[in-house]
């Protein structure tokens, strides 16, 4: 991301922290209940031996300054007046394996990993830099999976081949939903109900195929609005990295970059009218 980006979206999210701030307190005035606050999911990548160090003073801070959750908590769009924060990662690296959850087991954080099933022991190929799969190195075999403990670690799926699902035909789109769920129920030994959609890419007919897969909750990768209206099995994350700023990283865990919930949507719209579309 660049840096130019970087800080405007900073910026932005320390005014809306401090907007919503002044909402609840003048609410708190005039006698209004306020709802509880929506559950915050992050999202990681990978975490190596580089990284380690600043993972976890970032889960210092989930422990010391919220409630940690499973991210199937997270699907819950009014949460306790309590923050609360569900630490999840995408891709299933062994890396992580190695790194991450030594560190979410020490602070008593659990974790949700979403496995592309199709990679499973072998490389990200659907990466195409050759040095950025080295770096990243494997996906977590099928045994090592199996041998995580399902109380601190739950399994989501993150399709077969990791595909942009909002291209993909129907028959297609069918397959990768419910072969690495099938997949993912033989290894666990339980159900599977949590998908997390590669590149983010989504679509209704992409959320309605999930839920006829027998998917209970399907999480994008930016914040989503919840619809109190019209409830959906969509949740939103923010992406968040070991190697994020200190206030960014603190920004986040609170829900203040939120507003993207608004923000992401009115960007497509604008693309859409300038003829330059692009996915969710």
């Known amino acids: 991301m660049r840096l130019t980006k970087r800080i405007v979206m900073l ?35 990978s975490v190596d031996a580089g990284t380690a160090a600043g993972f976890e003073w970032q889960m210092r801070q989930i422990k010391g300054r919220s409630r940690p959750v499973f991210a199937d908590d997270a699907a819950r769009s009014d949460g306790p007046p309590s923050p609360s924060v569900a630490v999840t990662f995408d891709d299933a690296f062994q890396s992580v394996l190695d790194h991450a ?14 496995v592309p099933t199709g990679h499973m022991g072998g ?7 050759a040095d950025a799969r080295r770096r990243l190195g494997p996906v977590a075999s099928a045994d090592a999976l199996r041998a995580l403990d399902p109380r601190r670690v739950r399994i989501g799926s993150h399709t077969v081949t990791h595909p ?8 297609r ?3 990768e939903l419910t072969t690495s769920k099938a997949t993912l129920e033989r290894i666990t030994g ?32 930016v914040p989503m609005a919840p619809d109190r209206d019209a409830p959906t099995i969509l949740v939103g994350r923010v992406d968040v990295s070991p190697q994020d700023w200190r206030l960014e990283f603190r920004l986040k865990m609170q829900g203040a970059y939120a507003w993207m919930a608004l923000a992401v949507p009115a960007k497509q719209e604008v693309l859409k009218v300038l003829g330059r579309v692009q996915e969710a």
């Open 173 to 175: 789109l069918h397959a």
């Open 11 to 45: 910026l932005t999210s320390v005014a809306f922290l401090g907007w919503r701030g002044a909402h609840r307190a003048a609410a708190r005035l005039v006698g209004w209940r306020m709802r509880g606050r929506p559950v915050v999911a992050l999202t990681y990548h």
């Open 123 to 129: 490389d990200a190929a659907w990466i195409h830099s």
């Open 101 to 114: 959850l030594p560190i979410l087991e020490r602070h008593g954080i659990p974790a949700t990993i979403f």
């Open 190 to 221: 339980g159900r599977i109900a949590m998908l997390a959609l590669p590149y983010g890419s989504w679509s209704s007919n992409v959320v309605a195929a999930a839920r006829r897969a027998g998917y209970d909750h399907v999480f994008a990768n």
């Open 164 to 171: 942009r699902l909002a291209g993909l035909d129907d028959i």
